[in-house]
Each structure stands twice: as C-alpha cells, then as structure tokens.
C-alpha cells in the first residue's frame, strides 16, 4: 500500500485558491492509494472573527471541496483525508474527513482544541473511530491532538494500522519530534501533513513527515515550501505488536491499575 502527503499553504477564505493549488498538486502524490492533506484544509486557519469561521465552513452534505476531493478519489482511484472546517447548524467543528469515490464516508472532530480555536469550535464529540481504507485500518488525529498519547492509544487498541494526522503546527519541531515516537510505541505508521506559510501574526512550521512502526521517519518535507511525498508501508510491521515471545504492546497493557487517566 502506498501512503502520501501534500504540504502547501490553503488559502484563508479563498476555496476557489485552495482548489486551484490542490489541482497542481494532488496528482505529483503518485501514485498513492491513501493521501493526507492539512488541517483546516478546505477554509485556512488564522480567522479574524467567527463570522469568517463561519463563512468558511462547509456542511459535510454540501461541501463543493469534498466533492473536489472524491473526483480526484474517482479520476485515481484512492482515498483522501483532509482536515475541513465543518458546519452543523449552529455549530463548527476542528474536522477532518474521509473521502473516497463515492464521497465522504468517515468523520473525526478534533478532540484537542489548540488556543484561539476554543472561540470558534465545539471539541470534538465522535470518538475516535477507526475506518477501512482498502487492506488497512486508519485512524485521524488533528493537529495538537499530538500531545495528548491517550488519544493515540486508543487508536492502537483498536488495530490501526496508519494514522492520518492533518496539522497547521505552529511550535516549531514539537511535534515533528513527537510523532517517530508515538510511532514506535503504538507500531503504527504516522502521515503528519502539516502546512506552510503564514496568515497573520501565525507562521506554519512545515516539515511534514511519515513515520513507520519502528519510529523511523521514512520521508520529511522542507520547513518553508510546498511539497508531496508518497512511500510504501508494509501493514505486517504494523499488524506485529509482538515485541519480546512473551511482551505483546496491546496485551501487556495493565488497565485496571490505569483509572485515573479516565477521571
Ligand atoms: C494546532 O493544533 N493547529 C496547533
């Protein structure tokens, strides 16, 4: 299975400047049965006010960018998950979809809200749900969810092989330097897509990156321009959680001394 990322600058405000670049770019991801674009993929992510959150934010049953991104899904037969601002009602969500040739078919609503995004969007209220993508298991993260290792956890318990993790970072190498590891300790490939360029007082950090079961970075992108990248992944060593003939990652975890992570 291949795996692959585009890093660019989505353009606040602006979906027809998103699309256009989006359109020059996705098909260099080649070929790739699984791409992850940036966080906040389909409105930019500095908002001056919550009316232009609003007014960015697409319905996931009437969002001309997904329907963007399941042609593409058609024209090369993959699958997309991008970050997307969301509207249901009233309510914005920090969202990231997944999207193949018949459309979106798996929702995740960023459970971690970084900063000023507590003014514009609700935390995340899905779970975390895990989603077929041909042979493999995936499961999205976005962004500042990084920090928090519960929430990967949860994803290895329930066997997912690839995380898609859509980012606009702005804390230069945190991150970057966290996700070989959450890697390693879960053995499941990571596809960090983060963005680049700035929007006001914000510059985005770059560097997109995919890790591999054994905390490897298999390809890194540059810190300040556009980039894709697409790499091979072998869901065998993400499906080993063998680590000694007698220590196994899920089995010899010990839940019931774990509460109060759960308080
Ligand atoms: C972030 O969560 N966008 C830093």
Not at 109 to 123: A, G, I, M, V
Not at 160 to 180: F, Y
Not at 214 to 241: I, M, N, W
Request: net charge negative.
């Amino acid at each position: 299975m291949r795996v692959g990322y585009v890093q660019f600058a989505p353009s606040l405000g602006d979906l027809d400047a998103t699309l256009g670049n989006l359109e020059e770019l996705l098909p260099r991801v080649m070929p790739a049965d699984l791409i992850v674009l940036p966080e906040l993929c389909n409105s930019g992510y500095n908002f001056a006010s919550r009316e232009q959150a609003i007014s960015t934010a697409e319905q996931i049953t009437d969002s001309s960018f997904i329907a963007f991104l399941a042609e593409h899904c058609r024209k090369r037969r993959c699958h997309i998950v991008s970050g997307f601002n969301e509207r249901e009602g009233e309510r914005l969500y920090n969202s990231a979809v997944f999207v193949g040739p018949s459309g979106c078919s798996g929702l995740y609503r960023k459970l971690h809200l970084f900063y000023r995004e507590q003014d514009f969007f609700e935390p995340g209220n899905v779970g975390l749900p895990v989603f077929e993508c041909g042979p493999a298991k995936i499961g999205i993260q976005v962004c500042f969810d990084w920090l928090f290792p519960e929430s990967w956890r949860v994803l290895a318990i329930q066997s997912a092989d690839i995380i898609c993790h859509p980012c606009n970072l702005v804390l230069p190498g945190m991150c970057q330097r966290a996700i070989p590891i959450h890697a390693m300790i879960n053995r499941f490939y990571i596809v960090t897509a983060n963005r680049v360029g700035s929007e006001g007082d914000l510059s985005f950090t770059g560097a997109s990156l995919i890790a591999s079961p054994r905390g490897e970075v298999l390809t890194q992108g540059p810190p300040d321009t556009a980039h894709v990248s697409v790499v091979d992944v072998d869901l065998s060593r993400s499906r080993d959680k063998q680590i000694t003939p007698m220590n196994h990652l899920i089995q010899c975890r010990r839940p019931d001394q774990y509460g109060l992570l759960t308080e």
